[in-house]
């Protein structure tokens, strides 16, 4: 069994023009001509999430996280609004119960922030909520107290961005040292730094990784070094790390097994010798969170 701790859905609608074509390595300086841009929103027409549960079923993952990212209109604004973006997932939850957890967009600047998260989390089914700092604002500010507060009262895991975003956006603020102020105040929310899964020896993520109640992902460890990434394996990390392919970006070419394969391959590589290690950050260590 396999769960992926950090998809998306890939439908160019939910997202700005300007976030598209960076995250996917377009440096076009007239999005509204760019026939490249043009391309790319035709491979992304999964509202359903049926390509994206074929990529699943393919490389043999039961399970994903779907994450909503409430970009606040920061770089403008996208085909459709924060309210549909809630609906198109809450649809796609509807078709494949079994398959998809939905993690609900909030941003802290919107004025019906509240009210949106909980529709999300108490109509519509979602169970946990992702940020995006990166999209102007800090997760230690005050403003961000009423959002802990209400997922420390339901138990609800808190999926973050961490690390460089890209250029145009405040990258600063998804520095992983702004959780040392929150996460203890926070008992019963389950944090996950995402992307920060391979950045162990970071001396601010190993501080983090050992609190009871932080876990990271590995979205994106194709760019890390295998020395770097074998630290996952370690004891002491090993039960707080989430397999996550980071779906559609930079892979959608690719089938998702090639990300599970360099795991498995890293894993002989190392000679570790105990599969409980790999099956803790492909489905255990998940299923934990997932279950509360
Ligand atoms: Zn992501």
Known sequence: MITDFHTHLAYHK???????????????????????????????????AKKLIKQMDDANIQKAVLLIVDDNNYLGRS???????????????????DRFYVFA???????DRLELLQKGIEEYGFCGIKLYPPFNFRVNDSIMTECYEYANEKGLTILSHTGFSMKGLKNTYADPKDFL???DRYPNVNFVLAHAGYK??????????????????LAGHKTATREELALIFEPSYNPKILFGSDWPINNMMKPLSYL???????YHE??????????????????????K
């Open 181 to 183: 102020d929150i996460v």
């Open 200 to 217: 162990l020896s970071d001396p601010i993520v190993n501080k983090l990784i050992r609190k009871h109640n932080v876990y990271a992902d």
């Open 270 to 291: 190392k000679k570790i010798n105990n599969p409980e290690l790999l099956e803790n950050i492909l489905y255990n260590n998940a299923s934990k969170l997932l279950s």
């Open 79 to 97: 085909e459709v609004d924060i309210y549909d973006k809630f609906e198109i997932h809450r649809m796609v939850l509807e078709k494949y119960q």
């Open 14 to 48: 939910i997202y700005p023009d300007r976030f598209l074509a960076s995250l996917f390595g377009m440096e076009e300086t007239d999005l509204k001509k760019s026939k490249h841009l043009k391309l790319l929103k035709l491979f992304l027409r999964d509202h359903s």
């Open 105 to 111: 967009g909030y941003h802290p600047l919107r004025n």
């Open 260 to 266: 599970i394969n360099s795991l498995e391959s890293l």
